[in-house]
Nanobody, 119 residues
Framework: EVQLVESGGGLVQPGGSLRLSCAAS????????MSWYRQAPGKEREPVAV????????NYADSVKGRFTISRENAQNTVYLQMNSLKPEDTAVYYC????????????WGQGTQVTVSS
């Protein structure tokens, strides 16, 4: 059974930090690019950050560049999102996403973890 289990969300004050984790199982983690998405109330789900299969390349939404860092540990089947200098507009449910790309690509979503930035 494929599982993506996010953790690390919570309530944090503006300017604070959180580290999200996504533990994968049931598929060959190292063959999948991994991403974080988020969805704020009343808004569409949007991409936040992506990392390649081997972790050699990353890309970020303009709104989080310089504040968020995506990383992965293939030996632990885990992807992380370090979030610094958090703003109220970062409040959302954060989702982990796996994509094998290419012909016959398979994709998987986690169940999400709530991040609330408020004083």
């Amino acid at each position: 059974e494929v599982q993506l289990v996010e953790s690390g969300g919570g309530l944090v004050q503006p300017g604070g930090s959180l580290r999200l984790s996504c533990a994968a199982s049931g598929f060959t983690f190292s063959r999948y690019a991994m991403s974080w998405y988020r969805q704020a109330p009343g808004k569409e789900r949007e991409p936040v950050a992506v990392i390649t299969r081997d972790g050699s390349s990353t890309n970020y939404a303009d709104s989080v560049k310089g504040r968020f860092t995506i990383s992965r540990e293939n030996a632990q089947n885990t992807v992380y999102l370090q979030m610094n200098s958090l703003k109220p507009e970062d409040t959302a449910v954060y989702y982990c996403y796996a994509d094998s790309y290419g012909l016959g690509a398979k994709t998987y979503w986690g169940q999400g973890t709530q991040v609330t930035v408020s004083s």
